[in-house]
């Protein structure tokens, strides 16, 4: 089981939509949680981070964190073509440095 | 403000053949990360230095050497350059964040690295 699970798209949606992206992690100490969106060719780009159980949203995006389940989804509200990129779900370890990353959802917004 | 910078942007490498990859960071971050990225497989960490003078592994080490030269410098060296190395490296560095964990990464623009 890979310890940060994404499916890999793509994710197709009409411009305007709602655009939901899903992510489940193995770790139950995992305390931290970022979600990067990566266009084609370039570095990775923080959009969110979420700390605590609910929900944090930040202009057309929220962030749903549910501990108990080890899920964690992106929300991107009236979804635009520019929002078609990779988005990258990433979870702190415990004990750990570092985060891991998963493969990554890819999206698609259909003007 | 530079960020993260990353150097070269590009490079082709012959079976053997060795090089640095270069990375420094203006941010007065404590700790840096290097990342592999591969088709289909995320990015994955191959070192990380905590805080200037210490280095650690992570997940794919092997063929990689790492020198956190001093707060702002973190090079990544192929001493033998193989055909599995063939990817995009990024650079990236977080400030020490207690309580919650690990602060957000701020990464390089990457490396497109291929070895013939």
């Known amino acids: 089981q890979k310890e940060v699970e994404q499916n890999s798209g793509p994710l197709s949606v009409p411009e305007g939509a709602i655009a939901s992206l899903n992510c489940t992690y193995s770790d139950r100490g995992s305390q931290s949680f970022f979600w990067y969106r990566q266009y084609s060719g370039k570095s990775p780009e923080l959009i969110m981070f979420i700390y605590s159980n609910g929900d944090k949203e930040d202009g057309r995006f929220t962030a749903q964190l549910n501990k108990a389940s080890q899920y964690v989804s992106l929300l991107i509200r009236d979804s635009q073509p520019s929002d078609s990129a990779t988005y990258l779900c990433?979870?702190?370890?415990?004990?750990?440095?570092?985060?891991?990353f998963g493969s990554g959802t890819r999206l698609q917004v259909q003007p | 403000n530079a960020g993260v910078t990353q150097t070269p942007k590009f490079q082709v490498l012959k079976t053997g053949q060795s090089m640095t990859l270069q990375c420094a960071q203006d941010m007065n971050h404590n700790s840096m990360y290097w990342y592999r990225q591969d088709p289909g497989m995320g990015l994955r960490l191959i070192y990380y230095?905590?805080?200037?003078?210490?280095?650690d592994k992570g997940e794919v080490p092997n063929g990689y050497n790492v020198s956190r030269l001093n707060k702002r410098e973190f090079s990544l060296r192929l001493e033998s350059a193989a055909p599995s190395q063939t990817s995009v490296y990024f650079c990236?560095?977080?400030?020490?964040?207690?309580?919650?964990?690990?602060?957000?990464?701020?990464f390089g623009n990457g490396t497109r690295l291929t070895v013939t």
């Open positions: 990433v979870v702190s370890g415990t004990g750990r440095r570092a985060l891991t």
């Open positions: 230095s905590a805080s200037e003078g210490t280095t």
């Open positions: 990236a560095s977080s400030e020490v964040r207690s309580g919650t964990g690990p602060s957000p990464l701020h």
